[in-house]
């Protein structure tokens, strides 16, 4: 009796997490329709659409995958979604026009560019408290807080910068001018190097974190494709070290790139207005978020062939996976 | 003596400092606006803010200096605005022997002919307020550049989107002032050059109220030829806004008023363009119209500059601006620069109507040896001036 109970109990939460996982998902964020899509990866298939706040745009997991946290722009405000029952569980004071973010390794700040009013407000994910906001440049666009937690870097798309902030004392202590419109950064895994798009000046910069010097500038020419067209905004760094992917926006093409010699390998034709990206959580895909055609594409790591394309809402914007 | 030191005191304090990127530097911008009295209209519902062009420069002082602070720039905005063209220009001279050398100028084109007179060789001077072609043509004043768009720009974006929708046939409506007369000669060039057909020509002289008769007046007087759009010429908006709905043909109604060929506009909101508007309107309390907007990527390409290359002198910006590495991101989906010859900023043309964003040209298939930006407005070759030699 006793034991049987136990096996149920067993039984049940064995269900409960395999209800609450729902396999490998990804959630996309639909800008112009003020809700999520889930895509399941194993079928492919939008199982799930969820309506959150206006205008979401960045989202980002909780280090132990538990939340989903929700740029709402014109909600003004960071939304937390529970992904057990996906229901939004608390807005976080995110400041004005959140529209990107990054957590710090420690699951708990999170930096957040409020693009109105030039500032990046940090908040304490627990206590739901603001913990500082440091004045940055106009725009404040992307974010990402280095590997072992030192640097949260924002770029600004007016100002053209990548505003360097030490999470210790949150003051901004060094700035590193990039070409126009600079839009996404990512850090190496190893943390010794940065990523940094420029939108308008259609360069990716690497920047060399000890130093805060540009150390490469990578172009991009695509034949049939006007030069101004091609519009680097996100950046993904496989996991192996060997590729960086750029979504290349009006382009319609994602360029892979050799991460040690910085050569540009390929070009990738996607959908439409192609913005951010996301690996699965083997790493054996990258899927991409393409605005104006409304879909998401998924690149096969491997051979590097665009497999299959997948509608979601309008104007998908950001990307995450769950394993 | 004693007049020579103040004098280079004076200068020290505004002028060059050594270009190390982080020494504090102050920048001094002048801007010039000069209030025009557009004659009384029929369509006077919603007046052009006097303020137009100001809140641009503004607001661009407010950008350039947020930039500014992580490399100890200061800029400083120094405003003049009137209506009489003989103040402006005595002020505007006054600014320049106080040290001042950047101007961005919202003037009509004489006005901007007699700053140049006025203002030593080493002034740059930006164009923030006439379309004029013959600016940009053979009245070629001296180190000129331009950030509003000229008339040929706007008519030949237009002229592209009609060709490219098939709308070949066109009805040009005008107006009986010289800025009517200008916009008419651009579209007729416009049509000469991508194969747009005026199959007639009508010069508006009535003057009934339309407020009150347009359903009655406007029919007969755009009846007779066939046609696929009616194109008017109404910069001041005098009678163009009671055309659409009221022509003899049911057709669309294009050029200065219906769907226009601008410079900026509300409803472009693409390219991050909804954060430029909200900042704005959060300033002025109300739309960013082209005079602000020219007047913005004036001290916006100013600032720029100054950015690149921790200078104020006058003569390394314009060297800078006119250079290959300058590049502006100014929310029109691609960087601009400025041209050679004419010292006009490249530029897409948005076509708009008063609630929607319709087409931005240049239009896919208008080719050109060097940028598809130059298909807009006079290229090298049609134009006798040359900013850089």
Avoid at chain 2, 10 to 16: R, T, Y
Avoid at chain 2, 134 to 154: F, G, K, N, Y
């Amino acid at each position: 009796m006793k034991r049987s109970r136990f096996v149920m109990s067993l039984l049940a939460g064995a269900l409960a997490a395999a209800g609450t996982a729902h396999a490998s998902v990804a959630y996309i964020s639909n800008e112009k329709d003020d809700t999520l899509s889930v895509l399941d990866l194993n079928s492919w298939q939008v199982v799930e659409t969820i309506e959150v706040g206006e205008r979401p745009r960045g989202i980002a997991l909780s280090k132990d995958g538990s939340k989903l946290y929700i740029c709402a722009s014109d909600s003004d405000t960071v939304q937390v979604m529970d992904l057990a029952t996906r229901r939004i569980i608390a807005n976080l004071p995110s400041g004005a026009d959140p529209e990107q973010f990054a957590l710090h390794p420690d699951n708990r700040k999170l930096y957040i560019s409020n693009e109105d009013d030039a500032l990046v407000t940090v908040v304490d994910t627990q206590t739901h408290e603001v913990l500082a906001q440091i004045e940055v440049g106009v725009e404040p666009e992307g974010m990402a807080v280095s590997p072992d937690g030192r640097w949260a870097v924002n770029t600004s798309e007016t100002t053209n910068m990548l505003h360097w902030i030490d999470t210790q004392t949150h003051a901004l202590v060094d700035n590193t001018l990039v070409d126009q419109r600079p839009r996404h950064v990512e850090f190496r895994e190893d943390g010794q190097l940065l990523w940094a798009s420029a939108e308008i000046g259609g360069t990716v910069s690497v920047v060399d974190v000890p130093s805060r010097q540009i150390i490469k500038k990578l172009t991009f020419e695509i034949k049939g494709i006007h030069p101004d067209k091609i519009q680097p905004v996100g950046v993904k760094l496989s996991r192996d070290g060997r590729y960086a992917f750029v979504a290349l926006g009006p382009a319609n093409h994602v360029a892979v790139v050799d991460a040690n010699s910085y050569e540009v390998l390929d070009y990738l034709l996607v959908g439409r207005r192609v913005w951010h990206m996301a690996f699965t959580p083997d790493g054996r895909y990258l899927l991409t978020t393409n605005g104006v055609s409304g879909d998401v594409s998924v690149i096969n790591v491997d051979d590097l062939k665009v497999e299959r394309s997948i509608k979601v809402g309008r104007y998908p914007w950001g990307v995450v996976t769950t394993p | 003596m004693l007049r020579n030191r103040l004098l280079a005191a004076g200068i020290a304090c505004l002028l060059p400092f050594s270009p190390a990127a982080r020494s504090a530097l102050n920048v001094d911008v002048a801007y010039v606006g000069q209030i025009i009295d557009r004659g009384p209209v029929l369509s006077n519902i919603i007046p052009e803010p006097d303020d137009a062009g100001r809140q641009g420069a503004q607001l661009a002082i407010a950008d350039s200096n947020t930039t500014g602070r992580f490399l100890k720039h200061h800029y400083e905005l120094h405003t003049i605005e009137g209506e009489d063209a003989r103040q402006l220009v005595a002020d505007s001279r006054a600014l320049y022997d106080r040290g001042l050398r950047l101007f961005v100028l919202n003037t009509d084109a004489a006005t901007l002919a007699a700053l140049r007179e006025a203002l030593p060789d080493d002034s740059l001077l930006i164009n923030a307020g006439s379309r004029a072609d013959a600016l940009r043509t053979d009245q070629c004043i001296d180190q000129l550049l331009h950030t509003i768009p000229s008339r040929a720009m706007l008519a030949d974006a237009l002229a592209q989107w009609l060709i490219y929708r098939r709308w070949n046939r066109w009805l040009l409506v005008r107006g009986n002032t010289a800025d009517d007369q200008a916009f008419a000669d651009a579209i007729r060039r416009a049509a000469k050059r991508f194969g747009g057909r005026i199959v007639a020509e009508k010069a508006w002289s009535f003057d009934t109220d339309l407020r009150r008769t347009a359903q009655k007046e406007l029919p007969p007087f755009t009846a007779g030829a066939e046609y696929d759009v009616v194109v008017v010429a109404d910069e001041r908006g005098d009678f163009g806004e009671y055309l659409p709905y009221n022509t003899g043909l049911p057709r669309p109604v294009v050029g200065t008023q219906g769907l226009m060929p601008v410079g900026w506009h509300k409803m472009i909101e693409a390219w991050g363009a909804a954060q430029l508007h909200s900042r704005f309107e959060a300033q002025a309390q109300r739309w960013m119209n082209e005079k602000d907007y020219a007047s913005w990527a004036g001290v916006r390409t100013l600032a720029e500059a100054v950015t690149r290359t921790g200078s104020n002198d006058p003569a390394r910006l314009r060297d800078y601006i006119l250079s290959d590495q300058f590049e502006l991101a100014a929310f029109k989906g691609r960087k601009l620069n400025f041209r050679h010859w004419s010292g006009q900023l490249r530029q897409p043309i948005a076509l708009v109507h008063p609630r929607a964003l319709v087409s931005q040209s240049p239009q896919d298939g208008f080719l050109h040896p060097h940028t598809d930006l130059d298909t807009l407005g006079f290229d090298e070759p049609e134009s006798g001036c040359r900013v850089v030699e």
